[in-house]
C-alpha cells in the first residue's frame, strides 16, 4: 500500500513538472553544488537591435537581465519551498501508514523519492546561498559598470582631448621660444649694428674734432690759415706750441679781424712764472688798446673794432722802455719808458685769444678775444718801418725767425678752429 501510494504522488509531481508552471504545480528540486551556483545560471542570448552596442549598453542590458533572474529564482524558490512542505506532509503521513499496517514491504517496494535530498532545510540553505552569489555578482556587475563608466570610458576620452591639447601647448610653446630666440638674435644684430654706427659716427666726429684742434693738413701752405674764435667765453683759445727765449727786443705782428663790442679783448698774451702779464695785448671794455710788458702800460692809438681785417706791428726795446704801434703799415704811435732795462722772461705760455692770470689758465671770459687771428709773428729785434710797410701790403713774407705762424705750431682748445685763410691782396681790399 505505501509503495503505491509513493509511486502516485511520484507521477503526480512528474506530470506537474512537464506541464508547466501553473497554479497549485509541484516540481521536483535538486540541490546544486556550490560551484554551479557560483559560475551562476546561464541565460538566454539577448538579440541585439541596431548593430553592436557599445560596453555601457551590454553592461546595462547584463544588469538588467541578473535582475529578472534573481526575481525568477526567488519566485522558484517560494514555489520550492511550498511543494516541499506538501511534500513532507504527505511523506510524514505515508510512512505512518506504513510503520501501522505492511512494515515489511517499505524494503520490497521502489523508493521513488530517494533522489531528493533526505534534510528539507538543506535545501533550502544551497539556495538561500545560490541567491546570495547571484546577489553578490549582480552589486559587481553594478560596481563594474561604475567602474567602467567613470574611469575606462570617459577617462580615456580624456586622456586623448588631454594628450592632444598638451601636444598643442608644447607646440605653441616651442614656436614662442623660437619666435624669442629669433627676436634676440635680431635685436642683437640691431644693437651691434646700432653700436658700430654709433661708434663710427663718434670716430668721425673725433677725428674732426682732432683735424680742428690741429689744423686743416689742406691748407695751400703751412701758414695760410687763420684761427677763428667766434664767442666770447673762457675756453676757446689757441696755443702757440713753441716758448720764447730771453729777449731785450722784439717785434710782434698779425692780422686781426673783429667787430666786438666792447672791445676787442686780447689777440694773444705771454705768462711766465711770477708774471702772468709779461706780455699782453688787450682792450677791455671802453678803454683803448693797451700793451702790457712786465705789468706795464702804454696806452696804443689803434683802432681795429671795424669787422675788417687790419695789420698790426708792436715794437719794443729794452734800452729806455721804447715802442711804436703800427696799423695797417702805418705808424700811428711811439712811447718810451714801458719796462725800461727788462729783458723778457723765457720759458712761458703763448696763448692767443685769451688773458691769463696764472701760467696757461685762469682766463676770464669778459677779456676774452672775439674775432679772426691770422700771420702771428715774433721777431726778436725791431723790425724797421719800410719792412713793417712791405710786410702789410703784401709785398714781402717774412715769418718771425722766433715764432713763425705756421700750422704745425698752433693748436687750438675749447671750440676754437682753424680754417683757410683769405690772400694778403684779399685782405688789403678788405680795408
Given amino acids: 500500500m505505501l509503495a503505491l501510494l509513493a509511486a502516485g504522488v511520484a507521477l503526480a ?11 497549485g504545480s509541484r516540481f521536483v528540486c535538486t540541490a546544486l553544488p556550490p560551484e554551479a551556483a557560483r559560475a551562476g545560471c546561464p541565460l538566454p542570448a539577448m538579440p541585439m537591435q541596431g548593430g553592436a552596442l557599445s560596453p555601457e549598453e551590454e553592461l546595462r542590458s547584463a544588469v538588467l537581465q541578473l535582475r529578472e533572474t534573481v526575481v525568477q529564482q526567488k519566485e522558484t524558490l517560494g514555489a520550492q519551498r511550498e511543494a516541499i512542505r506538501e511534500l513532507t506532509g504527505k511523506l510524514a ?23 531528493l535530498p533526505r534534510d528539507p532545510g538543506h535545501v533550502v540553505e544551497q539556495l538561500s546561498r545560490s541567491l546570495q552569489t547571484l546577489k553578490d555578482r549582480l552589486e559587481s556587475l553594478e560596481h563594474q559598470l561604475r567602474v567602467n563608466v567613470s574611469t575606462a570610458v570617459l577617462p580615456g576620452d580624456f586622456r586623448e582631448v588631454l ?14 621660444v623660437a619666435e624669442l630666440e629669433d627676436e634676440k638674435s635680431l635685436l642683437h644684430n640691431e644693437t651691434s649694428a646700432h653700436r658700430q654706427k654709433t ?23 703751412p701758414d695760410a690759415f ?29 692780422w686781426l679781424r673783429s667787430s666786438a663790442l666792447p672791445g676787442i679783448g686780447t689777440p694773444f698774451s705771454y705768462a711766465v712764472p711770477g708774471q702772468a702779464n709779461e706780455i699782453v695785448l688787450i682792450e677791455w671794455g671802453n678803454n683803448p688798446i693797451e700793451l702790457l710788458i712786465n705789468d706795464k702800460v702804454a696806452q696804443l692809438p689803434l683802432f681795429v673794432s671795424d669787422g675788417k681785417w687790419h695789420h698790426i706791428c708792436i715794437t719794443w ?41 696764472t701760467v696757461g689758465g685762469r682766463f676770464d671770459a669778459t677779456q676774452a678775444f672775439v674775432g679772426e687771428l691770422s700771420q702771428f709773428n715774433i721777431w726778436d729785434r725791431v723790425l724797421r718801418a719800410q719792412e713793417i710797410v712791405n710786410i702789410a701790403n703784401c709785398s714781402t713774407n717774412m715769418p ?8 704745425n705750431n698752433v693748436d687750438v682748445f675749447g671750440g676754437a678752429s682753424k680754417w683757410p685763410v683769405e690772400t694778403c691782396e684779399e685782405r688789403l681790399l678788405d680795408l
Avoid at 97 to 108: H, M, S, T, V
Fill in 317 to 357: 726795446t729794452t734800452r729806455d722802455g721804447m715802442w711804436e704801434a703800427f696799423q695797417d703799415g702805418e705808424k700811428l704811435g711811439t712811447g718810451e719808458n714801458l719796462a725800461p732795462w727788462h729783458p723778457i722772461k723765457p720759458g712761458g705760455v703763448l696763448i692767443l685769444g685769451q688773458e691769463q692770470d
Fill in 163 to 176: 594628450q592632444r591639447r598638451l601636444g598643442e601647448l608644447e607646440s605653441q610653446l616651442l614656436r614662442k
Fill in 199 to 221: 661708434e663710427s659716427a663718434l670716430n668721425a666726429l673725433l677725428l674732426r674734432v682732432t683735424e680742428l684742434e690741429r689744423g686743416n693738413s689742406a691748407f695751400k701752405s
Fill in 400 to 407: 718771425g725767425n722766433i715764432i713763425p705762424w705756421v700750422d
Fill in 13 to 23: 509531481v512528474a506530470a506537474g513538472a512537464q506541464d508547466g508552471p501553473a497554479p
Fill in 93 to 115: 503521513r505515508c510512512e505512518g501508514l506504513a510503520g501501522g499496517k505492511a512494515p515489511g514491504r517499505a524494503a520490497a517496494g521502489k523508493d521513488t523519492m530517494g533522489d
Fill in 226 to 254: 687763420k684761427v677763428s674764435l667766434p664767442l666770447r667765453t673762457n675756453y676757446l683759445y689757441g696755443k702757440i706750441k713753441k716758448t720764447l727765449p730771453e729777449l731785450y727786443a722784439f717785434t710782434i705782428c698779425l
